[in-house]
């Protein structure tokens, strides 16, 4: 069985982790084949963490046990945060507007329609979208939905936000626009991030830790100090992926 991965050190005055997985095996079903095995990892508050791994490994299933959507079949997740999820190509209503898909977010807050509506404007506004508001889904470009769903996470101030694949189907130019809103929110607010990503590239510009994942388990904890932000061509960024890149077993 793997050794839990302490990521506690990248913090030095936290002393306990925000979100813990202790062996953490999952099954979709009883008597299916096992998506996770003996998955063990802790992340330190404020941290920015990523896992990549071959597609099938098992790594969106992390961030939904993480979410508290799945259940462990045997382990314990623990996970005390307020926490939200950002769904690849931002999972938007398609017949709501950009506002309204905002204010889905206050689901079970205690806030008023008019601080919902300006919450949520002021969401979109820090996301460079608030003319968009009273677009459809369908008017907008995959950026501009992931911005969406970024923006209705938020509004509820997690502490804990989980991004499956938020650069997913994205031209390079709007997956770097989006990198970097998602590094300005990190560090204004402080909130710490779990991103799932199949970009090793995207995972070392980002992450503070790089988690691998491989055959349904975490094996491998990178931790990056380089200080942002961070040029795709510099040298010691290209080396941490040429590293990381070493560590995913090949697929074909």
Known sequence: MPSALNLNSMKKNEASPVLSFKDV????????????????????????TVIVGPSGGGKSTVLRLAAGLERPTSGTVANAMRTRMVFQSGALLPWATALENVCTGFTGLKVSAREEKKIALDALEALGIRELAGAYPRALSGGQRQRVGIARAMVSKPQLLLLDEPFSALDVETSAHLAESLLSIHEREGITMLMVSHSVEDAVMLADTVLVSSGGTVQKGIQISLPRPRAREDAKVQALVEKIRGLIPSTS
Not at 29 to 48: D, I, M
Request: proline share 8%.
């Open 25 to 48: 095996s999952f099954a979709y079903e009883p008597h299916t084949p096992v998506v996770l095995h003996h998955v063990s990892f802790e992340l330190a508050k404020g941290s920015f």
